[in-house]
């Protein structure tokens, strides 16, 4: 069934009335009508995991928050994005992954184009009142053109699902439970070492972080290209 | 009975130390030592990661002279990379360095020193400072605050900020200079160049009342360390390095910076963090040796520069061989800074200066790589070993301050057995035994100093190290 069969539903989004189809997510229809909600797992064009939980909002009627990305709308909604509450959580949540790992943006190579400091501005997070971790991570410098820093990778999965759902090689995947979870390649190998990786770089391109980047970027120097996604996803959907 | 005592912390330098100054049982002083009390491990922290993060995280060691590192750093990445940098990025690069140097030593010179001159070396020590001498000497604290911001101006210009600048990248710079830039740097040079001419003019003048710091201030014979060009001029980003005597004679030239661990070797003394940096053939410690202005001063033929070599051929009349009073490193500084602004505005003039060719690309080719440049304090060296993945598995670095660690040590024995005499400290004791320290402009902290008046805790103490006298201030 195309998107324009969908019923369309009207909702409030913070006091705003607002027209979307039924199969859209709250983050889209909020993204449609200039509505800010913050998130970091989420890109336009790949599957929804929900794992960040940055997009939390509030709906009137539940005590309960859903996240923004993987809640369909639906008819009378009335939903809040910013409240004292939410950004308490936000600014929790963005605290926990800054304490997970080894997160120095002076000397990053994303220093300035990266989602999570970013996030961590807009959202006015000044300190970190979570315990660091300081764990000891591995930098695999051994693919040809790209590295990852596992320092500065939240666990976004962006990497896995671009790389299983646009590239289709599924080279990325999680091994690993819980502080422990780390991406890999192929059945953890070196990333040089890889059979399946085509180096197309669709992965370094949506990391949100420094984790993925290029060789010979110097600090500060890691912009990403993400103008290509929406438009690989509609081709893969037209030839599938 | 034997005694102690104790300067903690020491004020108006750049970090963290204190002085001991040991007393035998007739009351003289015995030993002193220059303690640098705090601890860093960037050599190790480094461990792990790209080379090409080497010049950004390099530079965090300092808040200060973090350009000295980016450059030292970014030349040892070139090395790794095995490329000849565009001669423009060389230029650039050059620019930086000198408009660091320019800031750093106005800095030293205005803000920490003056108030020494200034006020006195007896005056009340808490009203010995910028701000106190911002009051008394309107002129010469806007002088200083003025000059430090041009050369932190154009840091900022051609870096994008002020501290920490991450324009310098392996293979040469990121972004090539504008016009607009070139033409705002040369439009304030000469107001830079005056202050520097009228400061210079008035510290000669004001030697004179000094003659007793002057022969006390590390005032000794030792070898003299620096880059030079291949014409034996004054050299602050690339060239070989050379030492002399104390009578001024070359004992090792064009000695290539790659070359390095031949002639330098450095000791480790159980009572401070900072290595001591000595001439290897020599031997420890009578391999010590100074770098820093005075060294580059005291090594060169000529500076290359008009009205710098006007005012260096009167310096290096103060000796017959070379200037061997660390008081004048405060002197050695102004000419330096003269002559960074003159050679800052030969490179804007240079055809190519706005040329976009600024940066090689390459890969890791060598597995070791060494860059040598001079920082505001002296000769500074980073060293790297790579694996074939580029990532760092051992580093060295040679701080300029090091290099001066044997004589900053030797200084403050010499100022001590002149004014500490007895179980009596007087503050202008106190003070001089702390200048002469200052005189080397140590960076120890490498982060931003603190204005104002720092506490300054002495202790007197016996042999058992029972306090016997004690003094706070602050």
């Known amino acids: 069934m195309s998107r324009l069969s969908q019923q369309v539903v009207t909702l409030k989004i913070d006091g705003r009335d607002v027209g979307a189809r039924s199969n859209e997510t709250i983050l889209e229809v909020a993204h449609e009508n200039d509505i800010n909600i913050p998130s970091l797992c989420s890109v336009e064009g790949l599957s929804v995991v929900g794992s960040c939980r940055l997009c939390l909002v509030e709906v009137r009627g539940t005590s309960e928050l859903v996240s923004a990305c993987s809640t369909y709308v639906r008819e009378g909604m009335d939903i809040v994005t910013h409240s004292e509450r939410l950004s308490h959580y936000r600014q929790t949540i963005l605290s926990l992954f800054f304490s997970e790992r080894n997160h120095l943006c002076a000397v990053c190579v994303s220093n300035n184009h990266c989602e999570l400091q970013g996030q961590a501005q807009a959202l006015g997070l000044s300190h970190v009142e979570v315990a660091y971790r300081y764990p000891q991570l591995p930098v695999d410098a051994s693919h040809e053109r790209f590295v990852i820093d596992h320092n500065r990778c939240i666990l976004c999965t962006r990497c896995v699902r671009v790389c299983d759902e646009i590239e289709r090689a599924h080279t990325w995947d999680v091994a690993g439970r819980g502080v422990q979870a780390l991406v890999i390649t192929d059945l953890n190998e070196p990333w040089g070492s890889s059979e399946t990786c085509t180096s197309c770089g669709k992965c370094v391109q949506v990391c949100p972080t420094g984790a993925l980047f290029e060789k010979g970027k110097a600090v500060a120097e890691m912009s990403r290209r993400r103008r290509f996604l929406p438009y690989l996803a509609k081709t893969k959907e037209k030839s599938s | ?474």
């Open chain 2, 1 to 474: 009975m034997e005694r102690t005592i104790t300067i903690d912390p020491v004020t108006r330098i750049e970090g963290h130390a204190k002085i001991t100054i040991l007393l035998d049982d007739e009351g003289l002083v015995q030993d002193a030592h220059f303690h640098v009390t705090q601890f860093r491990g960037f050599e190790k922290l480094c461990e792990g990661r790209p080379f090409y993060e080497m010049p950004s995280l390099m530079a965090r060691i300092c808040g200060i002279c973090p350009v000295s590192h980016l450059v030292a750093s970014a030349k040892a990445c070139d090395a790794l990379m095995a490329v000849q940098i565009p001669p423009t990025a060389i230029h650039l690069r050059t620019i930086l360095n000198l408009a660091q140097l320019v800031q750093s030593h106005a800095l030293s010179f205005f803000h920490l020193a003056s108030p020494d001159f200034l006020l006195g070396m007896d005056s009340d020590p808490a009203g010995r400072n910028i701000l106190a001498m911002a009051h008394s000497h309107p002129t010469m604290a806007r002088d200083g605050i003025r000059l430090r911001q041009f050369g932190q101006q154009i840091i900022e210009w051609l870096g994008g900020k002020r501290i920490h600048p991450a324009w310098v990248v392996p293979g040469g710079v990121n972004a090539p200079l504008s016009e607009e830039v070139r033409d705002q740097i040369l439009a304030d040079m000469p107001e830079a160049v005056s202050i520097v001419q009228r400061t210079l003019t008035w510290f000669k003048r004001t030697m004179n009342q000094y003659r007793e710091e002057i022969q006390t201030f590390a005032n000794f014979p030792s070898l003299f360390l620096g880059l030079v060009n291949s014409q034996g001029m004054l050299e602050h980003y690339d060239g070989t390095l050379r030492i002399v005597d104390a009578m001024g004679n070359i004992i090792e030239d064009q000695i290539a910076t790659q070359r390095y661990p031949e002639i330098i070797a450095e000791a480790v003394e159980p009572w401070s963090y900072l290595k001591s940096a000595y001439y290897k053939p020599m031997g420890y410690p009578q391999g010590m040796y100074r770098a820093g202005p005075l060294a580059r001063l005291n090594i060169i033929h000529s500076c290359g520069t008009t009205l710098a070599d006007e005012e260096w051929v009167m310096f290096r009349e103060l000796n017959r061989g070379a200037v061997l009073s660390s008081f004048h490193y405060h002197y050695a500084r102004l000419i330096e800074i003269l002559y960074g602004l003159e050679r800052i505005e030969q490179l804007l003039h240079d055809p190519d200066i706005l040329s976009k060719h600024v940066r090689a690309f390459a890969g890791p080719n060598n597995r070791e790589g060494i860059g040598v440049s001079e920082a505001p304090r002296g000769t500074l060296i980073h060293h790297y070993r790579i694996d074939e993945r580029g990532l760092i598995t051992w580093a060295n670095l040679i701080i300029a301050t090091g290099n001066n660690a044997l004589a900053m040590n030797r200084g403050v024995l010499q100022v001590a057995r002149h004014f500490v005499q007895g179980q009596q400290l007087t503050e202008g004791a106190l003070n001089r035994v702390e200048a002469v320290i200052r005189a080397f402009d140590p960076c120890l902290s490498c982060s931003t100093h603190a204005v104002g008046q720092m506490p300054l805790h002495v202790q007197l103490l016996d042999a058992q190290g029972t306090v016997l006298d004690e003094s706070l201030r602050g």
